[in-house]
Nanobody
Framework: QVQLVESGGGLVQAGGSLRVTCAAS????????MGWFRQAPGKEREFVAA????????RYADSVRGRFTASRDNAKNTMYLQMNSLKPEDTAVYYC???????????????????WGQGSQVTVSS
């Protein structure tokens, strides 16, 4: 079992930056692919970014490419999402996810992830 805990969300003005952290326990993450997803009120959960187990394969949603950067530190069992140039439409609960299947390929599909964190609220004011 893998337990995931997000932290680092909060309130920021448009144009600002935040970094959300996903800390894992229960297993070492170096054999898991990881993903970031978000869900805004009244909307379905959507893909944000994904990174393979070794960090060589990465994917981003078009809406965040060039503004958000996903990274991981397997030695610390931690994944990060650096969010720059934030917009009000980035407001959502941000979730991290992990899965061990085909870990060498980053995946944007939520159904391909087994483990999920509880989420961290990010609010961007205009």
């Amino acid at each position: 079992q893998v337990q995931l805990v997000e932290s680092g969300g909060g309130l920021v003005q448009a144009g600002g930056s935040l970094r959300v952290t996903c800390a894992a326990s229960g297993r070492t993450l170096n054999s898991y692919r990881m993903g970031w997803f978000r869900q805004a009120p009244g909307k379905e959960r959507e893909f944000v970014a994904a990174i393979s187990s070794g960090g060589l394969s990465m994917r981003y949603a078009d809406s965040v490419r060039g503004r958000f950067t996903a990274s991981r530190d397997n030695a610390k069992n931690t994944m990060y999402l650096q969010m720059n140039s934030l917009k009000p439409e980035d407001t959502a609960v941000y979730y991290c996810a992990a899965d061990q299947s085909r870990a060498w390929v980053a995946s944007s599909a939520p159904h391909e992830y087994t483990y999920w964190g509880q989420g961290s609220q990010v609010t961007v004011s205009s």
